[in-house]
């Protein structure tokens, strides 16, 4: 899924781009819209996604952050017909694809909640299905190989899996900074170890410090995400 530059190639830029978590409050807690890559794309082909992509030049906005929550709002309406306020967004996370792989992107992360009837309508050319799940089973699947979903989409499900309903999960996340994750990709025996910033061996790039932890491991096909701390609080 992650292909990574040849030895001597330069750093290839970080494409600005945007990711909206819908939610909505399910019978088994809350629940994520995840949408299902066409197979035959050659980047993230066959997983599961949240509605997002590349924040265009027509999206509008005086900086990177105004002009990421105009192509979020763009990409769910043409990749799902449906519509959320802008003004219902919240700032999740940043994602920074380390340097060492071929396709980067700068990306934003928001959530929003879906309270409306509507359903979702895929293309069905670069997004071939959706489902609504809830956001435990979801994880509980990548665990079983049943699900394929990346670095970023596991540690989202997981953190909102952590909250019981949608008002809980939106005071926490409106409370606390919203994380960067900037991973350092590195080989720990037969695993593939993503560092991330918090990490007692992010600095030196080694998986073989200790606590605090904050990475993601891929064994056998299967990331297994650990955090060790909280969030820190947002700024005042």
Known sequence: MIE???KNDPVPEAKLS???ILAREGAQGIE??????NPEL???GGAWVFPGGKVDETDGGSDDYSRSVSAVLRELQEETSLHVPGRDLV???RWLTPEIVKYRFDTRFFL???TGSELPVVDGDEIVDFQWIPADRAVLLQ???ELVVAPPTLVSLIDVARYPDLPTLWDAVGQREPPFFFPKIRAAGEDRVFLYPGDHGYEEGNPALGDPCHRTTLTMGRYEYQRSFNWPARSA
């Open 18 to 20: 945007a990711t909206l």
């Open 112 to 114: 929003a909640p879906h």
């Open 91 to 93: 700032y999740f996370s």
């Open 143 to 145: 665990n079983e190989g």
């Open 42 to 44: 050659r980047v993230m």
């Open 32 to 37: 994520c819209l995840l949408l299902r890559r």
């Open 4 to 6: 990574l530059n040849k």
